[in-house]
């Protein structure tokens, strides 16, 4: 009986020991083929040296800490504008330099281009000359003398404007005094076959205006940016206005014309200026209540005009009209002088324009009008118009702050005899000195 036990019992162990194989046995082929078995792991790691990885860049990584939005989603244009440095603020500059460009000329009263990178130099003799890549050409762009008169200080060939589309037409505007000392504004035309050249024999006139003393005469033209051709009148000359012109717009002196060249022959009047149709005033009138507008600019960013007046015992100044003024304003001439009542300690302004600029004959005696700048080269002179005086030399910037002031500083004593200012077509500044035959670039210091 105990040997029968034993045998069973020995028995019974060897199958459950069988059994207990044969589990193990089924567990292990049944994990070989689960999708989630640690085995797949290898190829895994072997697809990550696959060429297709390898050509994938590197990650880059943030210049900046990244923040979370607070606010709306910042737009592309909005990211845009933040990566993008601006530009610095204009500033008004304390000073500037002036550097000698080009010499020679006999009584220089005017610069300007023509569209491109040339630079025409008008002489009050009845001549004009071409500056080009830095030296003045041999030959002379217009020669006018036979019928200029010159003999007094404030007449002779006083300024020239180029047609805006002049390099299609050709056409230029020049603003003289006949040998009967009358205000002369004419058309001339480009020789054919030489771009350096006006033809003397093309001259057509357009206005002919008279002038009762030698004096006060303005001279400049301007193509203003709606195309229209700007004239500036004195109101006849002598002193103190002894005609009363500067107050009585029936007449074209003491005023700022504004006609269109395009529009009719020799001439035509833009219908919105500001008088058409009044039968006591002039047609051609833009501005009136002007002593002697020697000198005066457009913005070329803004459209803005700056218009100097030369003053008769005290005051120089600059007016300033916007863009978008629709003409009309009176300046106030013969009733003020600058910012104060001329001949009297009272008087009725109403209905004046002041200036936004003046000085007084301690700095100077004759104001010369300039240019706001607006050119590339020197950066620190951005938004700054500079004005001088003719006889001391001084000259002046004018800034319009923010808040809408102006504040005006002297920035250079020059010590020349400043007969104008002149812009090229970069938009960068020069000066002329009247006695001495120069032709200078304003700079700044920096």
Not at 152 to 169: D, I, K, R
Not at 218 to 247: E, K, R
Not at 286 to 306: C, E, H, I, K, Q
Not at 426 to 434: K, V
């Amino acid at each position: 009986m105990t040997g029968k036990l034993s045998y069973l019992t020995s028995l019974l162990l060897f199958l459950v020991l069988a059994l207990s194989a044969c589990q193990t046995a089924d567990e292990n082929n049944n994990s070989e083929a689960s999708p989630t078995a640690v085995s797949i792991e290898p190829p895994l790691v072997a697809a990550e040296a696959q060429p297709l990885e390898t050509a994938l860049p590197d990650p880059v990584e943030p210049t900046e800490p990244f923040t979370e939005p607070t606010g709306s989603p910042t737009t592309p244009l909005e990211l845009l504008a933040t990566d993008t440095p601006s530009a610095p603020e204009p500033e008004p500059v304390s000073a500037i330099r002036l550097a000698p460009i080009a010499s020679g000329f006999e009584r220089p009263t005017y610069l300007t281009h023509a569209g491109d990178g040339r630079l025409f130099v008008s002489e009050q003799v009845g001549r004009i000359s071409i500056i080009e890549n830095g030296q003045v050409l041999p030959a002379l762009f217009l020669d006018i003398q036979d019928r200029v008169g010159s003999v007094e200080l404030e007449q002779g060939l006083l300024s020239v404007a180029f047609h805006p589309n002049y390099a299609e037409n050709g056409r230029l505007f020049v603003n003289y005094t006949n040998l009967n000392g009358s205000t002369v504004i004419s058309q001339f035309q480009v020789s054919a076959g030489d771009p350096n050249t006006a033809d003397p024999a093309s001259e057509q006139e357009i206005m002919r205006i008279g002038q009762p003393f030698p004096n006060h005469n303005g001279g400049q033209l301007q193509f203003g940016p709606d195309g229209y051709l700007y004239i500036g009148m004195g109101d006849g000359g002598s002193a103190d206005d002894p005609h009363g012109n500067g107050q009585n717009p029936a007449t074209l002196l003491g005023t700022l014309l504004r006609i269109d060249v395009d529009g009719g022959s020799p001439y035509a009047v833009p219908a919105d200026n500001p008088f058409v149709g009044d039968p006591d005033r002039a047609d051609e009138i833009w501005a009136y209540g002007l002593r002697n507008p020697w000198r005066f600019s457009f913005d070329r960013l803004t459209g803005d005009l700056f218009l100097s007046d030369v003053g008769q015992r005290i005051w120089e100044e600059i007016n300033f009209q916007p863009a978008f003024s629709s003409g009309g304003e009176n300046y106030g001439w013969n009733i003020l002088e600058g910012n104060h009542c001329f001949g009297t300690e009272n008087c009725d302004s109403a209905g004046t324009i002041l200036p936004v600029a003046e000085y007084s004959h301690d700095f100077g005696c004759s104001v010369t009008g300039g240019y706001i700048y607006r050119g590339s080269q020197f950066p620190a002179l951005t938004a700054n118009y500079f004005f001088a005086d003719y006889c001391t030399g001084f000259v002046w910037r004018l800034f319009r702050h923010p808040e809408g002031n102006w504040t005006q500083e002297i920035v250079l004593e020059s010590g020349r005899v400043v007969s104008s200012f002149g812009e090229d077509f970069a938009g960068e500044l020069y000066l002329l000195d009247h006695a001495n035959g120069e032709i200078l670039q304003l700079q700044s210091v920096n």
